[in-house]
């Protein structure tokens, strides 16, 4: 059964269909788009300071554009759609932690806790 499966798959990956999407920017287009989610969720265990509140928002809006894009494109693209779903939940992480910081008393916390030493 197991075996069954794996020639299955190997199979598929052999097929010029296969071939011919690795060679579309179908596939290249979400790879290289690939980078700007893994750079947001890098951003995550720095400083909020750093955050840009207009670049979090802009971020985040082009996503949700891009997201309801791969969902339309015919054929659908999962590979983008998945790159854009990170980056959203990314950015909606970094802007929540924007907000915390500049708007809810983080940086007066951590300007008391400065003063205190």
Known sequence: ???TLIRKGLDSLKSKE???YLMSTHFWGPVANWGIPLAAIADTQKHPKFISGKM???LSLYSLMFMRFAWKVQPRNLLLL???MTNEVAQLTQGARFVRYEYLGGKEKEEA???AQ
């Open 1 to 3: 059964m197991a075996s």
């Open 56 to 58: 979090t928002v802009a």
């Open 113 to 115: 806790s400065g003063q």
């Open 82 to 84: 998945a790159c854009h």
């Open 18 to 20: 296969f071939r011919e």
